[in-house]
């Protein structure tokens, strides 16, 4: 009997036109910046290859610091609070601040993030988010880069991950209900 591989799972957004659309994005966020120093603040783990990828696509002073957060309980229906793992390195006060995330599911994360890092007073602070599920909000917040917007699927690869697995496929691909861990 054949074993399924990975690569027998469909393709939502090939590695070409994730390429594409984090230029598109990297050129945006450049235009905003109006030719000013950048923060970029990834969130561990899954904002990774995007935050690297799409710091390639902005012309500016830009610099990197990475946070992580969990949620308490299991599954995403859990109790909401978010927990902050690992801070900033660095004060953020007067900067110009992009909060770089993966995916931006009920908006608990980045809700939680945003109202922290507002209490350092940067000069700015905008959100990328490399997908985008509105669909399934419960936190009144909206990314100001997006590159794609999706339906409730379970999406992995590209730094999106089924039980700590599959992060590096290069293109992002739809889980599979059945599948086994
Ligand atoms: C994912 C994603 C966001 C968060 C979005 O991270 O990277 O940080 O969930 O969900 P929310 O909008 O419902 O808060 P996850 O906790 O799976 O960690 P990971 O990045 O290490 O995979």
């Known amino acids: 009997m054949a074993t399924t591989s990975v690569n027998d799972f469909e ?5 070409d036109q994730i390429a594409q659309r984090v230029a598109e994005l990297g050129a945006q966020v450049t235009r905003d910046l109006n030719g ?7 969130v561990l783990k899954g904002a990774a290859p995007f935050l690297a990828d799409l710091s390639r696509h902005i012309e500016a002073d830009a610099t990197f610091d990475f946070v992580a957060t969990s949620s308490y309980g299991h599954g995403r229906q859990s109790s909401g609070a978010v927990k902050l793992i690992k801070d900033l390195d660095h004060p953020i006060e007067g900067k110009n601040v992009l909060i770089v995330e993966d995916i931006l599911d009920t908006g608990l994360t980045l809700s939680y993030l945003r109202k922290l890092f507002l209490q350092q007073k940067p000069k700015s602070l905008r959100i990328a988010t490399l997908l985008d599920k509105p669909s399934r909000r419960l936190e009144k917040i909206e990314a ?3 590159g794609f917007s999706i339906p ?5 690869g590209y730094g999106m991950d089924y039980a700590e697995h599959y992060r ?7 889980m ?4 086994p861990e």
Do not use: Q
Not at 168 to 174: A, E, G, K, Q
């Open 11 to 15: 393709i939502l957004y090939s590695r």
């Open 144 to 146: 100001d880069y997006i």
């Open 176 to 179: 599979p209900p059945d599948h």
């Open 168 to 174: 590096n496929l290069p293109d992002i691909r739809l």
């Open 36 to 42: 000013e120093k950048l923060v970029m603040v990834g």
């Open 152 to 156: 409730n699927l379970f999406v992995i």
